[in-house]
T-cell receptor, first 119, second 112 residues
Framework: EAGVTQFPSHSVIEKGQTVTLRCDPISGHDNLYWYRRVMGKEIKFLLH????????ESGMPNNRFLAERTGGTYSTLKVQPAELEDSGVYFC?????????????????FGAGSRLTVL | QKEVEQNSGPLSVPEGAIASLNCTYSDRVSQSFFWYRQYSGKSPELIMSIYSNGDKEDGRFTAQLNKASQYVSLLIRDSQPSDSATYLC????????????FGTGTQLKVEL
């Protein structure tokens, strides 16, 4: 089974430019999450899709970030315009549907991340 | 105040010893607890999940949860050089939807 795939692995852009990160979740996983790790800090939640719907976007920093998941398959995260503080590693994760109860809930499989460097 | 706290390390242990990694979390009703292992430049990999008080063992790994004291720990027995990585503690809080709150991670070094 293929894991969670993210592209690009590393992107270097200048302040003010636009970058689009892509995530392909594990096939059949309805839940897709974006997280971000800024250097020296913990991994932080950005948002959660269930199929194509945004379930929780409480972690999105501001309106320069736009996430989409058309058709409920892959997802993109666009940063426009990028700022210096957007630099970090953006992780995507996916999980299957909950089957009830705590067991199995929130068991996320992560991708390797997309490292974004804004100069 | 951070919601999930870990000592950043590095924690150095000799090969064959027991490595003990600790994590404390804030005073909120918590539901699920996870330990992820991350090698440099790689994806976080789930190694243990625990949902109720007590110990849970899986091979060389044992997770321990104490909700009254608000801590969760990970023991690695017979540590190997291949266990050298960053270990991330993650907590799912009740009312937090489906998102996880992570600690900053503890770097473990197993020395020959």
């Amino acid at each position: 089974e293929a894991g969670v795939t993210q592209f690009p692995s590393h992107s270097v852009i200048e302040k003010g430019q636009t970058v689009t990160l892509r995530c392909d979740p594990i096939s059949g996983h309805d839940n897709l999450y974006w997280y971000r790790r800024v250097m020296g800090k913990e991994i932080k939640f950005l948002l959660h899709f269930v199929k194509e719907s945004k379930q929780d976007e409480s972690g999105m920093p501001n309106n320069r970030f736009l996430a989409e998941r058309t058709g409920g398959t892959y997802s993109t995260l666009k940063v426009q315009p990028a700022e210096l503080e957007d630099s970090g590693v953006y992780f995507c994760a996916s999980s299957p549907n909950f089957r009830g109860g705590a067991s199995g809930a929130n068991v996320l499989t992560f991708g390797a991340g997309s490292r974004l460097t804004v100069l | 105040q951070k919601e999930v706290e870990q000592n950043s390390g590095p924690l150095s242990v000799p090969e064959g010893a027991i490595a003990s990694l600790n994590c404390t979390y804030s005073d909120r009703v918590s539901q699920s607890f996870f330990w992820y292992r991350q090698y440099s430049g790689k994806s976080p990999e789930l190694i243990m999940s625990i949902y109720s008080n007590g110990d849970k063992e899986d091979g060389r790994f044992t997770a321990q949860l104490n909700k009254a004291s608000q801590y969760v720990s990970l023991l690695i027995r017979d540590s190997q050089p291949s266990d050298s990585a960053t270990y991330l503690c993650a907590v799912g809080f009740t009312g937090g939807g489906n998102k996880l709150t992570f600690g900053t991670g503890t770097q473990l070094k197993v020395e020959l």
